[in-house]
């Protein structure tokens, strides 16, 4: 679904799956919890994760826990891929031909996990495991649904929290 908004307005992205999802108008208050996940007090059914870069916006909203990262394409240290992959994701990166898509891609993963469990990044990216999708492609792994995404100048994920027996 997409919604044409402010560049970056996420709180708007929100305010439009809020309605349109779970008919909440207004926004109910957004809070934070103790690792920054924001959430809905008065709401906490309605579960959602913004993310943003420059004027890229993404919301995912969920019954489940649920996090969503974007990110836009661009070169970065060529040493990164290395240090923030474990073993198996670089091997995977290595054979593809060590396109930033493709490191992106990881990334955005590994991101909208610490951001659905609400850990954040307080452990090394090595040891935040993820799929080896392509995007437009979806896997459960270790208890949660990924999602890629893609666009041409940008890639994304989101990543929904499945309880055993569900």
């Not at 919890?33 to 059914?45: A, H, N, Y």
């Not at 930033?100 to 090595?126: N, Q, S």
Request: glycine fraction near 10%; charge should be negative.
């Amino acid at each position: 679904m997409n919604w044409q908004v402010a560049p970056g307005d996420v709180r708007a992205l929100l305010a439009g799956l809020a309605e349109e999802v779970w008919g909440l108008v207004p926004l109910p208050e957004i809070a934070a919890l103790p690792g920054g996940k924001p959430w809905f007090p008065t709401r906490p059914d309605c579960r959602f994760s913004l993310s943003h870069a420059g004027e890229l916006g993404m919301c995912a909203v969920s019954e489940r826990t649920v996090g969503a990262d974007v990110e836009r394409l661009r070169p970065r240290r060529v040493s990164l891929p290395r240090y923030v992959l474990d073993d198996r994701e670089f091997d995977w990166f290595s054979a593809r031909g060590r396109t930033w898509t493709d490191f992106y891609t990881l990334w955005t993963m590994k991101e909208a996990r610490v951001k659905c469990t609400g850990e954040g990044l307080r452990r090394p990216a090595r040891e935040i495991p993820v799929p080896l999708l392509l995007p437009g492609e979806r896997s459960f792994w270790e208890g949660f649904l990924f999602t890629a995404l893609a666009g041409p100048d940008w890639r994304g994920a989101v990543c929904e929290e499945f309880l055993p027996g569900e």
